[in-house]
């Protein structure tokens, strides 16, 4: 049985018409699922852009606390600094809470973004996050050595370690792009404690 040219016009104009409508129902879903996507990154923006704001400002007061704490150190006869040192602890744990949170709050959102170019940028922060407890974890471990040497009397020894204490300073302050309200000159050698690993500050 021959078919007629009007027929198979009719065929090809029925399939593309189908085709046409497949196109506009994926492109319907993928602009709903992009919208989807993009009001989770809204919400979750606020919180997330909160919590990393906290962890800025809670390891900034905990720097001027330890930088305090270090004046009242290098007094002569040296100041009794256990308050400034309990506030120093309670800062810390504040910057890792807050952390923490931010994390959270990225790792929540995560799973429900497909989209590559959306979940690049939350990556990368976690990314940051996860640099950032790193380098407080040292700041922290670093600062409490320098404080028992001072504390011990040992004040050429502190102020060398002071120095680079400093150095790890800017280095979280460059992490976190928060801008520097000091400039400071120190060595850039990696510091290597003299003291042993389980000396803290108490």
Do not use: Y
């Not at 370690?161 to 992490?175: I, K, P, S």
């Amino acid at each position: 049985m021959r078919v007629g040219i009007g027929a198979k016009i009719f065929g090809t104009a029925f399939l593309l018409v189908l085709l046409m409508t497949a196109a506009a129902i994926a492109t319907s879903v993928m602009v709903r699922e992009v919208s989807v996507e993009l009001t989770r990154i809204n919400d979750a923006f606020v919180p997330i852009a909160e919590a990393v704001a906290g962890v800025e400002v809670h390891a900034l007061e905990q720097e001027i606390l330890f930088e305090r704490a270090i004046g009242h150190l290098q007094r002569t006869p040296p100041g009794d600094v256990t308050g400034l040192l309990g506030d120093f602890d309670a800062r810390g744990e504040q910057v890792d809470e807050t952390i923490v949170q931010a994390r959270e709050l990225v790792a929540g959102v995560l799973p429900g973004i497909a989209h590559v170019e959306h979940r690049e940028p939350l990556v990368r922060l976690d990314l940051m996050l996860e640099a950032i407890e790193r380098e407080h974890e040292q700041f922290e471990a670093h600062a409490r050595r320098v404080v028992t040497v001072l504390r011990e009397g040992r004040q050429t020894l502190g102020a060398e370690m002071l120095a680079l204490v400093q150095l790890e300073e800017e280095e979280f302050d460059r992490t976190t792009s928060r801008p520097q309200s000091r400039q400071r000159s120190s060595p850039t050698t990696p510091w290597r404690s003299p003291l042993p690993p389980n000396s803290g500050c108490s």
